[in-house]
Every structure is written in C-alpha cells, then in structure tokens.
C-alpha cells in the first residue's frame, strides 16, 4: 500500500499562473481533505469531499477548487496563483468506519513569486 | 466558533527532560486525537481518547484526556532526540464530525 500520496512535491509558480495538485490514496477511503500549513498557523482545512463526486469548502477556501471525480484521487486547482498562496499543502484521507485518524501525504510546498 | 488552544506553543528540553503539551477547549469534546509531525515530514497520527478521564500509554508517552472533556494533555517522559517535531492536537467538529478542529501545535526541540 502506497497510503496517500501527492504530486508533485514542489512546485514554483508565478503570480497569476494555475496548477493542480494531485492526491491519490489506495485505502479506498471515504473522505479526503485539503489542508495548508504555514509557520504559527498550524493546518487550516481548504476543501474536504465525504465521497465520490461531493466536496465541500473548509476554514480557507477561497481562491482554490477542487474536484473528486474518482474515489481514490482528490484535486486541488489554483486557478489564479497570488503570494499569498505560498505554502505547504497537505492531502488526507480517513475512513467512514475503520479507525478516526487521517493520512497524511508527504506534502507539497508551492511557492508563488 | 470551536477551537481548540495548545500550550506551549513551543519548547526546549534537553535529553532526558519530560515534556508536557496541553489541549484546552471551552465546549466538550467527543474526542481528541494527537498527531506528531517530524521536521519536514507530515502529520502522523498517535492516538484517539474518547472516554472522560482516559489515560493511555505509548511507551514513554502518556495521554490523558480531562473528566469534563474539555482538555487533554501530552507528557513524554525522559525525551529523547527522536521525539523532537511539532504535537497537534484534533477534536472532532462538533458541528460537522467529518472534520477535525486542529491546535496550532507545540514544537519540541531536543538538545543532546
């Protein structure tokens, strides 16, 4: 089992540009979230979905999209990347009836100049 | 809304020190969950409390989550550089259980 996994795991990108990161999980995991981290802030919850084709907005979820078309992967777009975006993102994912915690990926820190 | 505070935000211990982080909600919990995220890595779950006055033991580690369910705290006896990351606690939403209301962590560094 690869868990959950993100790619890419770095990304540079200028003000204004879009990009998608990719969160894949092979639990077959009901829910999946979208969070960023920044330093003092600890993890803020951008978008969770609770199944195939359903998502709904966290704490942050302003200037991100996302889509769960498939189970197993969850996106997040940035449309129009700002500065204020620089950070590392982390996807989740935990089960409807087998255990509380969530999984994390390894992260994908974006830069946005 | 629900929140969840963390103290300390951080804290440095040499070898051998205990070290406690504290989780403190004004509304009762269902439950909290403690994760440790090492530097540059991710958040990986330790342990869910769920019952009023629960402790729990992961080695050196002990969990305790308070009789009114409104705090829960982690104490890691004689550290070692291997605990050193950043603890979070996690308490389900009570409004929303499929989402967690996360502390903003405690960092530990550990001096050899």
């Known amino acids: 089992n690869a868990g959950v996994t993100q790619t890419p795991k770095f990304r540079v990108l200028k003000t204004g540009q879009s990009m998608t990161l990719l969160c894949a999980q092979d639990?077959?995991?009901?829910?999946m979230y979208w969070y960023r981290q920044d330093p003092g802030m600890g993890l803020r919850l951008i978008h969770y979905?609770?199944?195939?084709?359903?998502?709904a907005k966290g704490e942050v979820p302003d200037g991100y999209n996302v889509s769960r078309l498939k189970k197993q992967n969850f996106l997040l777009g940035l449309e129009s990347a700002a500065p204020s975006q620089t950070s590392v993102y982390f996807c989740?994912?935990?089960?409807?009836?087998?255990?509380?915690?969530?999984?994390f990926g390894p992260g994908t820190r974006l830069t946005v100049t | 809304g629900q929140q969840v505070m963390q103290i300390p935000q951080y804290q440095h211990v040499q070898e051998g020190e205990d070290f406690t982080t504290y989780c403190n909600s004004s509304t009762t919990l269902s439950n909290i969950q403690w994760y440790k995220q090492r530097p540059g890595g991710h958040p990986v779950f330790l342990i869910q409390l769920v019952k009023s006055g629960e402790v729990k033991k992961q080695k050196r580690l002990t969990f305790q989550f308070g009789e009114a369910k409104k705090n829960s705290s982690l104490h890691i006896t004689a550290t070692q550089t291997t605990d050193v990351g950043t603890y979070f606690c996690?308490?389900?939403?009570?409004?929303?259980?499929?989402?967690?209301?996360w502390g903003l962590g405690t960092s530990l560094a550990v001096n050899p």
């Open positions: 996690a308490a389900k939403n009570a409004g929303n259980n499929r989402k967690l209301i």
């Open positions: 639990m077959n995991h009901e829910y």
């Open positions: 989740a994912s935990s089960s409807h009836d087998r255990g509380p915690e969530q999984y």
């Open positions: 979905s609770v199944g195939e084709g359903t998502t």
